[in-house]
């Protein structure tokens, strides 16, 4: 259930991007830096933080971003500055990051063999719906509520979670190991060294790029070049 926040987080506002530059009086090109910031910071996050989760574990770490992720959206939610905005979304892309790498995670040290390729393939199913159901939702939200509508729909099912992960779940990591970032280092040296590897990423990263650029145009192209109003 927590795996298609990173999509919603990142996709269910892209309908509300022209409201957003009317009700904030700011640029088209400052409100996509929102998703911009996003991306990167939850790109980074993955990258830098993903092995803090094998030093501190999975739990404590989740529930804490967790609760940043619901105090980012109430602030951003009575903000009307543009780069206080992107600044939230900076911290959403590193929390989500941590998040997302921790419940990846979390199969691994409860499931093996057939049961965890099974759960891992359903793992990727419901992580690749949620950017393709999030502007349906997010169109319905900006229609009854207003740009904002997003991000009050983010904070609560956060919320939600939370309570559910307080109530239902706990710490699954066996054993911590001490951080070091020169394992870190090493471990990407590794990975990267291997070329089917690095040119997989990047084929990957040009793929997925189309994508967001699609998603941060449509609805301007929908709106000023075709004439319908996505409010």
């Known amino acids: 259930m927590l795996i298609p926040l990173s999509g919603f987080a990142m996709d269910i506002y892209i309908p509300s ?8 009086g700011t640029s088209i090109s400052s409100v996509r830096l929102t998703l911009t910031v996003y991306l990167i910071f939850y790109g980074l996050g993955q990258l830098l933080l993903g092995s803090l989760v094998d030093s501190y574990g999975r739990y404590r770490l989740s529930m804490l971003a967790l609760v940043l992720f619901i105090l980012s959206n109430i602030l951003l939610i009575n903000s009307s500055n543009i780069y206080f905005i992107i600044g939230m979304r900076a911290i959403q892309g590193l929390v989500i990051s941590i998040i997302m790498v921790s ?23 419901v992580w690749s719906s949620a950017p393709i159901l999030a502007p349906f939702l997010g169109g319905f939200l900006q229609n009854y509520v207003g740009w904002k509508g997003n991000f009050y729909f983010l904070a609560i099912y956060a919320l939600i979670m939370f309570l559910l992960e307080y109530r239902f779940t706990g710490e699954t ?32 990263g040009f793929s997925y790029a189309m994508a967001i650029v699609f998603g941060m145009s449509a609805p301007f192209m929908i709106e000023h070049d075709f004439n319908f109003l996505l409010s």
Not at 17 to 24: E, R
Not at 174 to 186: A, D, F, H, L, M
């Open 17 to 24: 991007f022209p409201d957003m530059v009317t009700g904030l």
């Open 103 to 125: 419940k990846r995670s979390f199969l691994v040290d409860v499931y093996d063999g057939d049961k965890l390729k099974n759960y891992t393939s359903l793992l990727s199913i």
């Open 173 to 204: 990591l066996k054993e911590q190991k001490p951080y070091r970032i020169s394992g870190t280092v090493n471990a990407f040296k590794v990975m990267l060294s291997a070329k089917d590897f690095s040119m997989g990423i990047v084929l990957l």
